[in-house]
């Protein structure tokens, strides 16, 4: 099994790693809100780029990080979000939210 993990690049980057399903989120969750908390950057950019696999867990989980930072006055872009999280955000109606710029 893989590891998952999500770690600070930085103060405004957040790379999420390996594979985001309901084994993972629980402590990805935790961590992703710790690190968004510390951050001092005004924008963060949450990096998908090195994530293996996800299931709806993982848009969960950017959804929950897209909250965390508008919570403490920071702003959001998400990049390289995977095909299979692209699918599902058209799914459920929530791809303009992680709309790459």
């Not at 780029?49 to 006055?73: E, I, N, P, T, Y």
């Amino acid at each position: 099994m893989t590891e998952a993990c999500v770690t600070a690049v930085g103060s405004s980057e957040l790379k999420l790693f390996g594979v985001l399903d309901y084994r993972t989120g629980p402590a990805l969750r935790k961590q992703g809100a710790e690190l968004i908390k510390a951050s001092d950057s005004p924008a963060l950019v949450l990096d998908c780029s090195a994530v293996q696999k996800s299931s709806s867990v993982g848009l969960a989980l950017l959804l929950a990080f897209m909250r965390d930072a508008q919570a403490a006055g920071k702003s959001v872009s998400v990049r390289a979000l995977p095909e299979d999280m692209r699918e599902i955000a058209q799914v459920s109606g929530l791809t303009e939210l992680f709309e790459q710029h």
